[in-house]
């Protein structure tokens, strides 16, 4: 009796013991009960310096710099503009083409994303992303602007065309990228552009069609292009 009674004991002893000690990679009963306590994680940084520094990301490097001083955690900071338009400085300096801003904000730690690389010519990152994820060719950046539009800024045929597979809504990216290609004067993009997707030569942006940008820039071989497209000035 003395020796089945100890034996009882001793199961339900290891029992509780085996509720209160985990091994490696398990949580207690005790530790899955207790409240998670989240991390101590400061003031947020005022939205209105946020949208200040993302504003400065498109052409104001001496403003970037300003504010990256005094706020160093400023640096990955969104502004919501509204129905899931999402921007960073680094994505500012992405649509605009500022390779100079988004460079700086590389080498200081911000994320680059397939916009940057795309609109900075890293051919093989963009490239190994479509491989990894072919649905990436129809993401949108700030403003709705597409994949497509940020190669438009180096141009690059090769690039294009392993995006052309993938996307979905052809005449908007295509006609999107004519902008870019146009403002840096890439002919053979233009061209190719034109060829396979362009439905409209006049989209503007900003008030200028491709034609009056082509024009004022003495880019004269893309726009005899964009004329025999039927493009007009604005």
């Not at 029992?15 to 009963?29: F, H, I, K, S």
């Not at 306590?37 to 001496?62: M, Y």
């Not at 500022?98 to 916009?115: M, V």
């Amino acid at each position: 009796m003395i020796r089945r009674s100890f034996l009882k004991q001793s199961l339900a002893g290891t029992a509780l013991l085996g509720a209160a000690v985990a091994l490696p990679g398990q949580t207690t009963t005790s530790d899955a009960a207790a409240p998670r306590k989240e991390p101590e994680r400061g003031q947020p940084i005022d939205p209105e310096i946020v949208k200040t520094f993302v504003s400065a990301g498109h052409r104001d490097l001496a403003k970037v710099k300003e504010l990256l001083a005094q706020y160093p955690l400023i640096l990955n900071a969104l502004v919501d503009l509204g129905k899931g338009d999402w921007e960073s400085a680094l994505g500012a300096a992405s649509h605009v083409g500022n390779k100079e801003i988004a460079q700086f904000l590389i080498e200081a730690g911000a994320r680059p994303d397939i916009f940057c690389a795309a609109m900075m010519g890293a051919r093989e990152v963009v490239l190994s992303t479509i491989k990894f994820s072919p649905q990436a060719a129809n993401a949108r950046g700030p403003h709705g602007l597409m994949l497509l539009y940020h190669v438009g800024y180096t141009g690059d045929v090769v690039v294009a065309e392993a995006l052309a597979p993938h996307i979905t809504e052809r005449a908007r990216h295509y006609n999107q990228a004519l902008q870019t290609a146009t403002l840096r004067g890439h002919t053979e993009l233009v061209a190719w552009l034109l060829k396979n997707g362009v439905d409209n030569p006049n989209l503007k942006a900003f008030g200028k069609t491709p034609l009056d940008v082509a024009i004022e820039k003495g880019f004269a071989e893309i726009a005899d292009l964009l004329r025999a497209q039927g493009a007009t000035r604005g």
